[in-house]
C-alpha cells in the first residue's frame, strides 16, 4: 500500500518541482526579453525587426509551455487529492489522458522553441564568418535540422507509448545529445572565428581591439555552459532512471535554452552602451573593431 501511494505521489512532487523551476526561470526570461526588445528598438540594428519578432515568439511559446506544465500539475494535485478521499492510489483515466495530451503538447513546443533558438545562433556564426566562408555554417545547420527532426520523433514516440503503458517515460536522449552537438560546434566555430580574427589584430598591432574580443568570447561561453551542462546532465540522468532528477533538469534545459538568445541581445547592447559613453569616438568603419551578431 506504502508503495502504490508512493507511486502516485511521484509524479505530482516531479510536476510540482519542475513548475516552481519553470515559473522562477521565466520570471528571469520574462525580464530579459523586455530589455532585449527595447535595446533593439532603441539601437535599432540590421533587422532588428526580425530578431526583435524572433524572440517575441519565442516568449509566447515559453509562456504557453509554462501555463501547460502548470495546468498538468494542477490536474495531478486535484486528482492526488480526490484520490486520497476515495482511498485510491491511481490517476482516473482521463487525467491521465489530459496530462498525456498536455505533455505531447509541451514536447513540440520545447522543439520547436529550440529551432528557433538554433536558428538565431546559427546565424550569428554565419555573419562572424562573413558571406565569404557561408560554407561553414552548413554543418550546424544539418546538426541543427537532426535535432528538431529527431525532438518530433521522441514526442510522437512517448504520445504513442502511454496508449500502450500508462508508465512509459519519456526519452530525449537522442534530441538533447544533438543539442549539445549542435551548440558545441556553433560555438566552437564561432569562438575559434573570434580568435583568428583576434590573431590578425595583434598582429597589425591593433591592440586596442583586443579587449573587446576578449569580452565577446566571454560572453559567448558564458552563454552557452549552462545551457550544455544541464543538457548533459538531463542525459546522464535520465540513462541512470533517475525520473526526479530528468523533470528538473529538462525544465532548466528548456528554460535555459529560451534565455539564451535573448541574455546574448541584452550582454551585447549593454557592452555596446558601456562603449559609447566611455569612448567619444570610434572608427565605425574599421570591420576589425566591431564585432556584429545581428547583421
Not at 513548475?19 to 535599432?44: C, D, E, K, N, S
Not at 566552437?188 to 572565428?193: A, N
Amino acid at each position: 500500500m506504502a508503495d502504490s501511494i508512493q507511486a502516485a505521489w511521484d509524479p505530482a512532487l516531479n510536476n510540482l518541482l519542475a513548475t516552481g523551476i519553470v515559473l522562477f526561470m521565466h520570471g528571469i526570461y520574462f525580464v530579459l526579453v523586455v530589455l532585449a526588445l527595447r535595446f533593439l528598438r532603441q539601437r535599432r540594428p540590421p533587422r532588428a525587426g526580425l530578431f526583435g519578432c524572433l524572440i517575441a515568439g519565442m516568449f509566447v511559446i515559453s509562456t504557453a509551455d509554462m501555463v501547460l506544465q502548470i495546468g498538468a500539475t494542477l490536474l495531478y494535485l486535484k486528482s492526488l487529492h480526490s484520490s486520497a478521499q476515495d482511498s485510491t492510489t491511481t490517476y482516473p483515466e482521463d487525467v491521465q489522458h489530459a496530462v498525456e495530451a498536455i505533455a505531447f503538447a509541451e514536447g513540440l513546443l520545447v522543439v520547436t522553441n529550440n529551432a528557433i533558438a538554433d536558428g538565431l545562433l546559427t546565424y550569428r556564426c554565419y555573419v562572424i564568418w562573413t558571406k565569404s566562408h557561408q560554407n561553414v555554417a552548413i554543418i550546424p545547420v544539418l546538426l541543427a535540422l537532426a535535432s528538431a527532426a529527431s525532438g518530433y520523433v521522441s514526442t510522437y514516440q512517448y504520445f504513442s507509448a502511454r496508449h500502450i503503458s500508462s508508465s512509459a517515460e519519456a526519452d530525449y536522449r537522442v534530441f538533447y545529445g544533438l543539442i549539445v552537438a549542435t551548440n558545441m560546434t556553433l560555438t566552437s566555430l564561432t569562438v575559434g572565428r573570434i580568435l583568428y580574427t583576434r590573431r590578425d589584430l595583434q598582429l597589425m598591432g591593433e591592440t586596442k581591439y583586443v579587449s573587446r574580443y576578449n569580452a565577446a568570447m566571454k560572453m559567448i561561453l558564458e552563454s552557452a555552459v549552462l545551457y550544455l551542462l544541464f543538457s548533459c546532465a538531463g542525459i546522464i540522468a535520465r540513462s541512470l532512471g533517475k525520473f526526479a532528477a530528468v523533470d528538473a533538469l529538462y525544465a532548466l534545459c528548456g528554460t535555459s535554452m529560451n534565455i539564451v538568445p535573448a541574455l546574448l541581445v541584452v550582454r551585447i547592447s549593454l557592452a555596446a552602451k558601456h562603449k559609447t559613453t566611455t569612448s567619444a569616438c570610434s572608427n565605425k568603419n574599421d570591420r576589425h573593431g566591431n564585432l556584429h551578431f545581428s547583421e
